[in-house]
């Protein structure tokens, strides 16, 4: 069946002009979480939803930075007024549930969005 | 300290050679663990869950040590398409949220 799927693949855009990534989830995924990976470095996590609600919120690095996800599907990340530091891969994942069995919350990544922000 | 540490690498070795990678995290009310596989500019994939007894894949082999809060992936004969970044994952007690080390950078060489 179809993967998560990330759109677009590559952004580039001028300093604080906002941008907004879209993620379609494995259909019947109920958890989705977005991550942020700089040039060489590890995932840091940035949201999780269960469902449309967000239970944590506590990796968003800054106030420009917020997501929904509205039909327990799709999600979209939104930044505004980006920075040359927001630069970065944007991956999202999503699992068939948040919690419980392992084999439930295995996560499986999207092909990512690349930021460039110039 | 960072919650989930993985010595980066590179870890160049001949085909054909066994290597180990070891994994500690903070956190001891850890639930699950995983070692995932990214190779260069590509998403994650889970390479393997990692259980209690230990298991076993393949070539590949995944133990835990509760008491010492460490992870490792044993990897034999090693192949040149086993070249890729290896990383940790440790899912937390509330279960919804996974944090990934580093990531242990391994090249096979010819």
């Known amino acids: 069946g179809a993967g998560v799927s990330q759109s677009p693949s590559n952004k580039v855009t001028e300093k604080g002009k906002d941008v907004e990534l879209r993620c379609d989830p494995i259909?019947?995924?109920?958890?989705l979480y977005w991550y942020r990976q700089s040039l060489g470095q590890g995932l840091e996590f940035l949201i999780y939803?269960?469902?449309?609600?967000?239970?944590?919120k506590s990796g968003l690095p800054s106030d420009r930075f917020s997501a929904e996800r509205t039909g327990g599907s799709v999600s979209t990340l939104t930044i505004q007024r980006t920075q040359q530091e927001d630069s970065a891969v944007y991956l999202c994942?999503?699992?068939?549930?948040?919690?419980?069995?392992?084999?439930?919350?295995?996560?499986?990544f999207g092909a990512g969005t690349r930021l460039s922000v110039l | 300290r960072k919650e989930v540490e993985q010595d980066p690498g590179p870890f160049n070795v001949p085909e054909g050679a066994t290597v180990a990678f070891n994994c500690t995290y903070s956190?001891?009310?850890?639930?699950?663990f995983f070692w995932y596989r990214q190779d260069c500019r590509k998403e994650p994939k889970l390479l393997m869950s990692?259980?209690?007894s230990g298991n076993e894949d393949g070539r590949f082999t995944a133990q835990l040590n509760r008491a010492s809060q460490y992870i490792s992936l044993l990897i034999r004969d090693s192949k040149l398409s086993d070249s890729a970044t290896y990383l940790c994952?440790?899912?937390?007690?509330?279960?919804?949220?996974?944090?990934f080390g580093g990531g242990t950078r391994l090249m096979v060489k010819p």
């Open positions: 990692v259980y209690s």
């Open positions: 956190n001891s009310a850890s639930q699950s």
């Open positions: 994942a999503s699992s068939l549930n948040g919690a419980g069995a392992v084999a439930k919350n295995i996560q499986y």
């Open positions: 994952v440790v899912r937390n007690n509330a279960g919804n949220m996974l944090t």
């Open positions: 939803f269960q469902g449309n609600s967000a239970p944590d």
């Open positions: 259909s019947g995924h109920t958890a």
